[in-house]
């Protein structure tokens, strides 16, 4: 069984302030897929990373980065100089790849609700 | 480029009424999901289908019915509400495997669901 863990139920900052959302993540399998979504107030789920288990670098787009590491069984994501409009709840999933033996069904985390003040 | 369309968007019923959520997708995908959101409980699976015709079970399935009778359409029935499924549903679509690079789940707008 897949499961995935984002502890942070709510985390709130000051606009500027660099902010890192947790998730750990737990599967038997050796190939699987981690994804991170962002819904802002209107409700949509706005893909933001996919990353494949063989792949462990970190990503890094404008003011995202995400650091991924087996070893912890972890992908967190890093908001650097949060923005107001980076204030939704964000989603950590986690699926089996094709052909890896397992059901190939995302399983989300609990979210985690970012709040930025301003 | 309509990608996951999901109606309807809003809809308030009373215990024991039945409705049905419709989805669709352009992207002639396999995989189709139907999720609910529940304050604090995040996406929470209620029903899959890997491929047209086939259905299965996921965490939370009791209570709804679904349908996949083509490709494009995945639908949802709540045949008797209850106020426990007061809830955001979200119909799902999924790249195919082998899609490299582009691996990804597409989702619709989302439906608020509220049972009196």
């Known amino acids: 069984a897949q499961k995935v863990t984002q502890a942070q139920t709510e985390i709130s900052v000051v606009e500027k302030e660099d902010v890192t959302l947790d998730c750990v993540y737990e599967?038997?399998?050796?190939?699987?897929?981690l994804f991170w979504y962002k819904q802002p107030p209107s409700g949509e789920l706005v893909f933001l990373i996919r990353?494949?288990?063989?792949?462990?670098q970190n990503e890094i787009s404008g003011r995202y980065s995400w650091n991924f590491q087996k070893s912890t069984s972890s992908f967190n994501f890093t908001i650097t100089a949060s923005q107001v409009v980076d204030s939704a709840v964000y989603f950590c999933?986690?699926?089996?790849?094709?052909?890896?033996?397992?059901?190939?069904?995302?399983?989300f985390g609990r979210g985690t609700s970012l709040i930025v003040h301003p | 480029n309509a990608g996951v369309t999901q109606t309807p968007k809003f809809q308030v019923l009373k215990t024991g009424q039945s409705m049905t959520l419709q989805c669709a997708q352009d992207m002639n995908h396999n995989s189709m999901y139907w999720y609910r959101q529940d304050p604090g409980m995040g996406l929470r699976l209620i029903y899959y289908s890997a491929s047209e015709g086939t259905t299965d079970k996921g965490e939370v399935p009791n209570g709804y019915n679904v349908s996949r009778l083509n490709k494009r359409e995945f639908s949802l029935r709540l045949e008797s509400a209850a106020p426990s499924q007061t809830s955001v549903y979200f119909c799902?679509?999924?790249?195919?495997?082998?899609?490299?690079?582009?691996?990804?789940?597409?989702f619709g707008s989302g439906t608020q669901l509220s049972v009196l």
């Open positions: 799902a679509s999924r790249t195919p495997p082998g899609t490299r690079g582009r691996e990804k789940l597409f």
């Open positions: 990353r494949n288990s063989f792949d462990e």
């Open positions: 599967t038997r399998d050796t190939t699987y897929y």
């Open positions: 999933a986690l699926s089996e790849a094709p052909g890896a033996g397992g059901s190939y069904i995302p399983t």
